[in-house]
């Protein structure tokens, strides 16, 4: 079984270093005068969590020129990057473990996430990620094409059965374009409703393995 995971929200705790990122970047436009006073709670925070960044930035700021934007968009990559080179960021709990033994099992995993090249490269690297993904890929590689329209790229490389693994709509689109069974990780930042299309819901990123069992099986 070939097995397409999300990365933030589904196997990172992502809020934990995008929250102070983003914070830090906002107070920089804010003394610029770019930019009101951020009053955005974590919560609202991590529901921007798995856009684009050229997307998110769309939303938040659609005031804000398009060079603000970008450089706004860097500023919070790099802040990020500098975080996990810290070892600031944290994996769920267990979630390495679900990926060692997905792939113990005989599954091929493959990494595609709505990020930048430099944040997926610094993850790879704090994570040892290549250890346990066959391929990963990042939006950014493919000038911010959805994840629905990267994923025949991959399904052409490796032929095979896939199930879908993410927390947003954005992974739930290309259960649902490709005719895929999909897992909802409800404990990420997505809602209820973005994730209705769901063969199954895992509320712990620990039940994923049974629910793939489940799907193998169906």
Same mark, same amino acid.
């Given at each position: 079984m070939n097995l397409l995971f999300d990365y933030d929200g589904t196997l990172h705790n992502c809020l934990l270093i995008y929250a102070p990122a983003f914070r830090a970047a906002c107070s920089v436009l804010t003394r610029e005068g770019l930019l009101p006073p951020l009053a955005a709670s974590d919560a609202e925070i991590g529901g921007w969590l798995g856009m684009p960044a050229p997307e998110m930035w769309r939303f938040f700021a659609?005031?804000?020129? @398009?060079?603000?934007?970008?450089? /706004?968009?860097?500023?919070?990559?790099?802040?990020?990057? /500098?975080?996990?080179?810290? $070892?600031? %960021?944290?994996? !769920?709990? $267990?979630? +390495?473990?679900?990926?060692? $033994?997905?792939? @113990?099992?005989?599954?091929?995993?493959?990494?595609?996430?709505?990020?930048?090249?430099? =944040?997926?490269?610094?993850?790879? %690297? %704090?994570?040892?990620?290549? *250890? !346990?993904?066959?391929?990963? !890929?990042?939006? @950014?590689?493919? *000038?911010?094409?959805?994840? /629905?329209?990267?994923? #025949?790229?991959?399904?052409?490389? =490796?032929?095979?059965?896939?199930?879908?693994?993410? *927390?947003?709509?954005? *992974? +739930?689109?290309? /259960?649902?374009?490709?005719?895929? #069974?999909?897992? $909802?990780?409800? =404990?990420? =930042?997505?809602t209820m409703d973005e994730l209705r299309d769901a063969a199954y819901i895992a509320y712990d990123v620990k039940e994923i393995p049974a629910l793939v069992d489940r799907i193998a099986r169906s």
């Open positions: 659609p005031f804000l020129p @398009e060079k603000q934007q970008r450089r /706004a968009s860097q500023m919070v990559g790099d802040n990020m990057v /500098a975080a996990i080179r810290r $070892g600031e %960021a944290q994996l !769920y709990p $267990g979630a +390495m473990e679900v990926l060692a $033994g997905l792939k @113990e099992a005989g599954n091929q995993l493959f990494f595609l996430s709505n990020c930048k090249r430099a =944040y997926l490269a610094a993850h790879r %690297a %704090a994570f040892r990620l290549d *250890d !346990y993904f066959t391929a990963c !890929y990042c939006a @950014e590689e493919f *000038d911010w094409l959805t994840k /629905a329209e990267i994923f #025949p790229q991959i399904a052409a490389a =490796y032929p095979g059965d896939f199930v879908v693994i993410g *927390d947003r709509r954005h *992974d +739930m689109a290309v /259960a649902t374009a490709h005719g895929l #069974p999909a897992i $909802g990780c409800a =404990y990420g =930042y997505g």
